[in-house]
């Protein structure tokens, strides 16, 4: 018996079906995200902030109010949103190029201060929106339009284990994990428990999503699910990722006097 998809009721009915293209993995991982939406009854808490990329077509995806940001923005937004509002849930939904590159330091100093919002990243291990350029994320020996004998390591450095430096960064309390399109259910597990993390007040909440892109990988359903499953997952390891325990501060003498500036005050 043929079993229909449901559809999250915090989605919006009158724009599906959805901008993107077939095949791609954003619309399951925006599935994921309006379901835990749904089982944590928030819908009317929730600001959905998209930034730049193809993930600037999920801005009319769901039925909450929503902000579509500058490139790289995203999270900075976010932190301003929620800390004028704290009773609201604020989720900030991103790619690789978002998030890794022009986005990197706001995601690092959004870390580092352990702000009490959810981001969502997508790696496609390439840039989709703009024709499938090398990404932070793009693996070792991937061809791309920018790389079309293959990553070198050497010119270009390793790729970016996004969830690893931010569990390495933020603070206890904070979440992250990293989850594949491939595997649904542990996909919105994770984002729920990112988000029921904000709501509890604990800090910050990071989930890396792995996701496909045929259209510039230029691969069939079979090709791209075993790419996602079997090449992306030998690099960047699925799972929740703890965050170390706080570790006793450097005990640092503390200058009253600095002898430069008081030369300068006396002179």
């Not at 959805?18 to 009317?44: R, S």
């Not at 430069?260 to 005050?265: C, D, R, V």
Request: aromatic share 8%; proline share 7%.
């Amino acid at each position: 018996m043929l079993i229909k998809p449901s559809m999250p009721k915090s989605w919006r009915v009158d724009t599906k079906p959805h901008k993107f293209c077939p095949g791609c993995g954003h619309g399951l991982v925006l599935k994921a995200l309006g379901q835990a939406i749904d089982e944590l009854d928030i819908q009317d808490r929730v600001v959905f902030g998209c930034d730049i990329g193809c993930s600037l077509l999920a801005w009319d995806f769901f039925n909450v109010d929503t902000v579509q940001t500058h490139h790289g923005r995203t999270n900075p937004v976010m932190t301003g949103i929620k800390r004028a509002n704290p009773d609201l849930i604020c989720i900030g939904y991103m790619g690789d190029g978002g998030g890794y590159a022009i986005g990197s330091q706001h995601l690092v100093n959004a870390a580092t201060r352990n702000e009490k919002i959810t981001v969502i990243l997508v790696n496609n291990a390439q840039y989709g929106m703009t024709g499938g350029q090398m990404a932070p994320t793009t693996l070792p020996g991937m061809k791309t339009e920018t790389t079309p004998y293959g990553r070198d390591v050497d010119l270009t450095g390793y790729p970016c284990q996004g969830p690893e430096m931010v569990a390495a960064i933020t603070r206890e309390g904070a979440y992250v994990a990293r989850a594949t399109v491939v595997k649904p259910v542990p996909l919105k597990n994770y984002i729920k428990k990112a988000i029921q993390n904000q709501i509890d007040g604990n800090g910050f909440s990071f989930v890396e999503c792995l996701s496909a892109c045929p259209t510039n990988w230029r691969t069939n359903n079979v090709e791209t699910i075993n790419f996602v499953e079997n090449e992306m997952t030998k690099y960047y390891h699925v799972g929740e990722i703890k965050v170390p325990p706080p570790k006793e501060p450097l005990k640092v003498k503390t200058w009253t006097k600095i002898p430069a500036m008081e030369g300068q005050k006396n002179g």
